[in-house]
C-alpha cells in the first residue's frame, strides 16, 4: 500500500541567509544525484525562518488488501471467541 507517486513542493528559509544558501546547494546536489527533481522542488526563502510544503501522494488501493488482515485475524481462534462473546452479549441485554 505504498503511495505511487510523491510530489513535495515549497520553500525553506533558515535565521541566517548564508545557511538557507548552503542548505539549498546541498539540496540541488543531493537532488541532482538521486533524480529527485521531478518530485521534491525546494525553493530558498531567504527573508527568514520556516518552511512551507505542500505534499502530494497518490496511488490506489485494492479493497483485498485492506480486508485481508482483518479476515486473518478474524479466522483466529481466541478473536472468534471474543467477537462471539461480545455478539452474544449484547443480543442478551
Same mark, same amino acid.
Given at each position: ?22 542548505? !539549498? ?6 537532488? $541532482? ?6 518530485? %521534491? &522542488?525546494?525553493?530558498?526563502? #531567504? ?15 485494492? !479493497? ?6 482483518? $479476515? ?6 481466541? %478473536? &472468534?471467541?471474543?467477537?462471539? #462473546? ?8
Amino acid at each position: 500500500m505504498l503511495p505511487k507517486r510523491l510530489d513535495i513542493s515549497g520553500t525553506v528559509g533558515f535565521e541566517d541567509p548564508a545557511v538557507t544558501g548552503l542548505f !539549498i546547494g546541498f539540496y540541488e546536489s543531493i537532488a $541532482a544525484m538521486c533524480n529527485l527533481r521531478d518530485r %521534491v &522542488r525546494l525553493a530558498a526563502d #531567504f527573508t527568514g525562518p520556516g518552511a512551507k510544503l505542500r505534499i502530494a501522494l497518490s496511488g490506489s488501493v485494492n !479493497i483485498a488488501q485492506l480486508v485481508r488482515p482483518f $479476515a486473518v485475524l478474524y479466522m483466529k481462534k481466541p %478473536v &472468534r471467541q471474543f467477537l462471539q #462473546f461480545v455478539m452474544d452479549g449484547q443480543t442478551r441485554g
